[in-house]
């Protein structure tokens, strides 16, 4: 059974760098075809895919936010993270990592952490 817990701070400031990390247990993210993902959801709004890194560690990100937004992993801890920079107030969510087999469904999700962006 695979698992995945995000972790980072719960209260950044507008203009600042947000850093999350999700870990994986129960599952390795090399191994084809997983795909890592991070996914938002801001207060009244839907789900927002935000982007992947995926088992071989290529990135995508969603056009709207990959100025901002980076993704990487640290095979040795089995764990990927999410940068986003330039807050702004709008980037209030709970932020989820969750898996997929390539391109398809998710199948795996973290709790969540709610970030709040807050001067």
């Not at 947000?18 to 247990?25: D, H, I, Q």
């Not at 936010?65 to 986003?84: A, C, G, H």
Request: hydrophobic share 30%.
């Amino acid at each position: 059974q695979v698992q995945l817990q995000e972790s980072g701070p719960g209260l950044v400031k507008p203009s600042q760098t947000l850093s999350l990390t999700c870990t994986v247990s129960g599952g390795s993210i090399t191994i084809s075809y997983g795909t890592w993902n991070w996914i938002r959801q801001s207060p009244g709004k839907g789900l927002e895919w935000m982007g992947v890194i995926h088992y071989d560690g290529s990135t995508y990100y969603n056009p709207s936010l990959k100025s901002r937004t980076s993704i990487s992993r640290d095979t040795s801890k089995n764990q990927f993270s999410l940068r986003l920079n330039s807050l702004i107030p709008e980037d209030t969510a709970v932020y989820y990592c969750a898996r997929a087999e390539g391109w398809g469904a998710y199948d795996y999700w973290g709790q969540g952490t709610q970030v709040s962006v807050s001067s």
